[in-house]
């Protein structure tokens, strides 16, 4: 029994590698350059809206693992730059997972957006004050480049001749042409986590290395998995990393857009009832697409990285401020159970299904 069970174990490893490998077509591909020496750990965290409690519960059961200890990278888009910006915070000594909690758990509706006139987009200034008394008054961080570790917040914007999605990675230190340390770290926030329609775009002041326009969520562009700035950062400092983490939330597939917009106030009158569409229907793909553009750009990164994404029943509206204890909690109980998976092993189903 135990000989037939290491067989199988063996085959279906063999078979995931081969499938991957032939998927991407690595064999015909140029030699990669690889860092000769590599250090450190790497974060990258993709948008979250009103789940961001799940990638912080999940970020403080890394911490608890003794997983955090030598984090040298860290990037992140909309709420994935959030809790990127926490992070920072706690390896500073800045705040504690307590504390964090607390703020997390005490958080409504109306500390992000204003009700008083319901429409699109939505008045965020309830969520720049909250974003400039936590990072500025109680972290201490008026820049980007007062974080401690070099960390890139993803924005982009939508260039109308030729029509593209332009993405930037600012970062707190210069690992590309784009990053300027000077520039406001609530302002980048704010323009990170301007999700499209729902909350408006914004312009961030004085900057000199990307256009003078108004920016929304990165993760509209190229970086729905921030992963890019990992890159530019590993060619920057000539050392790779030795391990990385991709951290998400879950998906829901149950709440439908309608739903969505009833946690904010607004009747679409059924219009998209009859559409039977969720938000997640779009991200999911994007965030699976974002996965295989990893393997295809970062394949000497496969083998050191870790997918950690919670899969649980529970439903969660993306933009329902209300239920931050409740995902931390339940997020906390599915990642005492269930470990950070190999990269190729949470690939695999997904490249099977294009078959």
Excluded at 80 to 88: C, T
Excluded at 115 to 124: A, L
Excluded at 200 to 212: A, F, G, L, Q
Excluded at 225 to 245: D, M
């Amino acid at each position: 029994m135990k000989r037939s069970w290491a067989i199988t174990l063996i085959i279906t490893g063999f078979v995931a590698a081969s499938a991957i490998l032939l998927y991407f077509g690595f064999y015909n591909k140029k030699p990669v350059s690889v860092p000769e020496k590599r250090q450190g750990v790497a974060i990258i965290m993709t948008g979250a809206a009103a789940r961001i409690p799940q990638e912080a519960a999940l970020l403080e059961e890394l911490d608890k693992r003794g997983m955090l200890d030598d984090i040298v990278f860290i990037s992140g888009v909309s709420s994935g730059a959030l809790n990127a910006v926490l992070l920072n915070g706690i390896i500073d000594k800045k705040i504690t997972w307590k504390e964090y909690r607390n703020i997390l758990y005490n958080i409504k509706n109306k500390d992000i957006v204003v009700y008083d006139h319901v429409q699109f987009p939505f008045d965020t200034s309830p969520a720049r004050a909250l974003y400039t008394k936590i990072v500025e008054k109680k972290l201490g961080y008026k820049t980007i480049g007062d974080l401690p570790v070099t960390t890139s917040i993803s924005v982009a914007y939508i260039k109308k001749l030729p029509l593209k999605k332009v993405a930037y990675r600012m970062s707190s230190r210069k690992i590309n042409e784009e990053s300027d340390t000077t520039l406001n770290l609530v302002d980048i926030l704010m323009a990170s986590t301007a999700f499209p329609i729902v909350f408006p775009p914004v312009r961030i002041p004085n900057v000199k290395t990307i256009p003078d326009v108004e920016y929304i969520d990165g993760g509209v562009g190229d970086d729905e998995i921030p992963f890019k700035a990992l890159l530019q950062f590993e060619k920057q400092r000539g050392i790779g990393v030795e391990k990385v983490f991709i951290i998400s939330r879950n998906g829901d597939d149950a709440t439908k857009i309608s739903e969505e917009f009833d946690a904010l106030g607004i009747d679409d009158d059924g219009v998209f009832d009859e559409l039977d569409l969720t938000f997640d229907t779009f991200l999911r793909r994007g965030l699976i697409k974002r996965l295989k553009a990893y393997a295809v750009e970062a394949p000497e990164l496969v083998p050191l990285t870790y997918v950690w994404i919670p899969d649980f029943n529970d439903n969660f509206p993306m933009f329902d401020f209300g239920t931050m204890k409740q995902q931390y909690n339940v997020t906390t109980r599915w990642a005492k159970k269930n470990p950070p998976t190999p990269f190729a092993e949470y690939l695999l189903p997904y490249l099977l299904e294009d078959k």
